[in-house]
């Protein structure tokens, strides 16, 4: 096994030229709210538990806050407005690989069984506990124990030795380096 990953990521100007100029980019929280703005609620609970999560994985190097989203097929690369198209080689060490399909169950703020039976046991139990939506765990103060058992679940996320289906596969750098990137002149 090789001991660098092929990664896909697109990033604004902005980005470039601070690679440039620095040689290296890392992502303050600022920025990120600053893209997303007041989006909803759902998505700053799911973003604060990937930070937390992946800094105990992966601890970030000094000035890092949020981590660079980055793929490994570059069909899954939005490259919407100025956006420009990286190729990086990135050591495996610094790769945080994960599934984009659990992610969006993360963020959809649902409970990521560990199998069908688990699935149904949940399932029972917020039935048994008059749960119509499972967003109500977390819109509403009334269930901590079961909002805590979704959140415990979003754990799996980076669980360590879990076969990744290449097809879903998504990843996380906590930066990019100049000597990692190489611009994409196209899709």
């Known amino acids: 096994m090789s001991d660098t990953i092929l990664l896909w990521t697109a990033q604004?100007?902005?980005?470039?030229?601070?690679?440039e100029r620095e040689g290296v980019y890392r992502v303050l929280?600022?920025?990120?709210?600053?893209?997303?703005g007041e989006s909803g609620?759902?998505?700053q609970t799911a973003y604060q538990f990937f930070v937390q999560a992946a800094r105990?994985?992966?601890?970030?190097?000094?000035?890092?806050?949020s981590p660079v989203w980055c793929w490994p097929d570059p069909r899954w690369v939005g490259l919407d407005g100025d956006c420009t198209l990286l190729r990086l080689t990135v050591?495996?060490?610094q790769?945080?690989?994960?599934?984009s399909r659990q992610w969006n169950a993360i963020l959809n703020l649902s409970y990521l069984p560990t199998d069908a039976q688990d699935q149904a046991a949940f399932e029972r139990e917020l039935a048994r506990q008059g749960v119509k939506s499972p967003l109500d765990l977390f819109r509403t103060p009334f269930y901590p124990q079961l909002r805590r058992r979704v959140e415990n679940s979003w754990k799996q996320l980076f669980a360590p030795g879990?076969?990744?289906d290449p097809r879903y596969t998504q990843a996380a750098v906590w930066e990019l380096r100049r000597e990692w990137?190489?611009?994409c002149p196209t899709k």
């Open 41 to 43: 609620w759902n998505f």
């Open 181 to 183: 990137v190489e611009l």
């Open 91 to 93: 050591p495996r060490a």
């Open 162 to 164: 879990a076969a990744l």
């Open 12 to 19: 604004r100007p902005i980005v470039l030229d601070t690679l």
């Open 29 to 36: 929280r600022s920025f990120v709210e600053q893209k997303y």
């Open 56 to 65: 105990q994985v992966l601890p970030p190097p000094a000035g890092a806050e």
């Open 95 to 99: 790769v945080l690989l994960f599934d």
